[in-house]
């Protein structure tokens, strides 16, 4: 089968691995790439949000497969625009795509099916806004713009001050344009992080093994959030009894509430949830997609043939499928450009990558690129995700940490601390 992949980050180099890697891909297109997917299979210079340039591309290539990594094509209606063409993608249409690309949306779903999330309202007007939070007068509160916004719509306000701050950003200094015209006012959950992906046909649910994230940029969980600076898999917070719950009280009820609906939704499901100390789960936010990095630690773990998955999910026939994981732990750690997620340098050389005889690491390019000498670059904020696996968490932290010793590049930066809230939760066990 020739395949297009869309997207150009680290979850992307991962995936374009898991693609090239089955026995039923014959030809791999990643559009537009990276230098790791361009070992893969062959770049093409299309933007990721260049549907009609997509489309036409698919057609005169003949692509029987086509995978979207990031959230923006899903919501603009690569799907659709797919289909009406007969041509053969997997991933939510742009109905469905709301459950990312609308918080309010989603937010309404949520209650309508009875799934646990935060108690919340939507605004749109700062006044009545305002008036809201003052009346809740429970802090922190979180303030979250309703559209994307690549992962910084979202403010946790701990006083009335940062609320007003940041509701002024949204409708008054409009600071994320269209997205911040409505904004979810919700109640702070309690409680430790965690996602769950899971595979959908729209009947089928078929949870992947779960992972947790760290979005801020500084040790210790400080300072403003990132897309994500690394992740280790699986938690341990999220135990069978957890997994279960998230089956009965989240997947199952969004997939039979979308059925209901008439809402198609076939792809990838990321549930970010919050666990109470009870081991009850909560919505946080619902993505369209794989996360990034997380996809770069728990794709690498998967057995199964991924064209075969994507395949019994056009063909809706999920439930034929029985995923393979390989029973380890795996750690992955972001190396970013000094000054992201603000302002950030790129063009820097980057020496090491290939540096290390350890079977145990691995490298997934993310903003980076390559001269026309062939040597590496940065070009983004997370530059690199470097992973380490084994039958431990604490060997797999080693692993990722020795090999990002052996990376340079002027104003490297990362997290020291990957992975070391799931340790304590795995001492706390014992
Ligand atoms: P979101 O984009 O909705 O996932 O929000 C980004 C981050 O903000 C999440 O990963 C959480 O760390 C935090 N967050 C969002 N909503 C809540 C909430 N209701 N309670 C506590 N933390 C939250
Ligand atoms: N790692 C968070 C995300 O992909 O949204």
Redesign the pocket.
């Known amino acids: 089968m020739k395949v297009l992949l869309i997207g150009s980050g680290g979850r992307e180099h991962a995936i374009a691995h898991a693609l090239a890697t089955s026995e039923k891909c014959s030809m791999l297109f990643i559009a537009p790439g990276n230098p790791g997917t361009f070992q893969c299979g062959e770049n093409v210079p299309i933007k990721a949000d260049d549907i009609d340039g997509l489309l036409a591309f698919a057609k005169e290539n003949t692509i029987d497969m086509t995978f979207v990594g990031p959230e923006q094509p899903l919501a603009l209606g690569i799907v659709d625009a797919f289909d009406l063409h007969g041509l053969r993608i997997v991933g939510p249409n742009k109905a469905a795509a709301q459950l990312e690309s609308s918080?309010a949306w989603a937010k309404a779903k949520y209650q309508a099916y009875g799934i646990p999330t935060?108690h919340y309202q939507t605004f749109t007007a700062y006044d009545a806004a305002l008036y809201y939070v003052k009346e809740r007068a429970s802090y922190?509160i979180?303030i979250?713009a309703d559209g994307l916004a690549a992962?910084k719509?979202?403010t946790?306000a701990h006083s009335l001050d940062d609320a007003k701050q940041a509701l002024h950003d949204c409708f008054v200094d409009q600071v994320f344009n269209d997205a911040g015209n409505c904004v979810v006012i919700?109640?702070?959950?309690?409680g430790e992080?965690a996602s769950i992906f899971a595979f959908t046909d729209g009947k089928t649910v078929v949870p992947m093994v779960s992972a947790q994230?760290h979005?801020a940029i500084f040790d210790g969980d400080k300072g403003p959030?990132t897309g994500g600076m690394g992740a280790y898999s699986p938690a341990p917070v999220v135990t069978d009894a957890v997994v279960n719950k998230v089956m009965s009280r989240v997947f199952t009820p969004l997939i039979e509430g979308f059925q209901r609906d008439g809402i198609t939704y076939k792809g990838v499901l990321y549930a970010?949830l919050?666990i109470t100390d009870a081991g009850d789960p909560y919505v946080?936010?619902f993505n369209i997609r794989f996360g990034d990095p997380e996809t770069q630690i728990v794709l690498p773990k998967l057995d199964t043939d991924f064209l075969d998955i994507l395949i019994a999910i056009d063909e809706e026939r999920l439930d034929q499928i029985e995923l393979q994981w390989k029973p380890l732990f795996s750690v992955c750690v972001v190396m970013a450009a000094k000054g992201y997620p603000g302002h950030y340098e790129s063009g820097h050389p980057i020496t090491g990558i290939h540096d290390s005889s350890d079977a145990n690491s691995y490298v997934f390019h993310a903003g980076s690129r390559q001269t026309p000498k062939g040597e590496f670059e940065t070009s983004g904020g997370r530059v690199l995700t470097v992973c380490g696996e084994g039958e431990t968490l604490k060997a797999a932290i080693d692993s990722a940490y020795e090999r990002c010793k052996r990376i340079h590049f002027d104003g490297a930066y990362y997290r020291t601390d990957i992975g070391q809230k799931g340790l304590a939760r795995l001492k706390q066990a014992v």
Do not use: R, T, W, Y
Request: hydrophobic share 35%.
């Open positions: 918080k935060a922190p979180v979250k992962g719509g979202v946790i919700e109640d702070f959950l309690q992080e994230d979005k959030n970010g919050m946080v936010e």
